[in-house]
């Protein structure tokens, strides 16, 4: 009697720890596909502030009054701080 209440035991661990294991590597794929996307977003808000610097560095601006370059430089600032 002890021994097959002790074989029961031992396939319900294997059991639970088959399941856990199969969460955990979903889990880790899980990551790994978060990991792949933080990195492209991070490149790509790489991409867009220096695209920022370089619109602010454009001729563009030279051909904005005073009160037009303020507006642009607050909408770069706010695109700036989003991004950070």
């Keep these: 009697m002890i021994d097959a ?11 639970v720890v088959d399941v856990l294991s199969r969460r955990l590597e979903s889990v880790w794929d899980i990551l790994k596909e978060l990991q792949k996307e933080s990195n492209s977003l ?5 991409a867009i502030k220096a695209a920022v610097g370089d619109l602010r560095q454009s001729t563009v601006l030279s051909s904005l009054d005073d009160v037009e370059k303020a507006q642009f430089e607050t909408h770069l600032r706010k ?3 989003l991004l950070a």
């Design 79 to 81: 695109v700036e701080d």
């Design 42 to 46: 991070r490149e790509k808000i790489e």
């Design 5 to 15: 209440l002790k074989g029961e035991l031992e396939m319900t661990y294997e059991e």
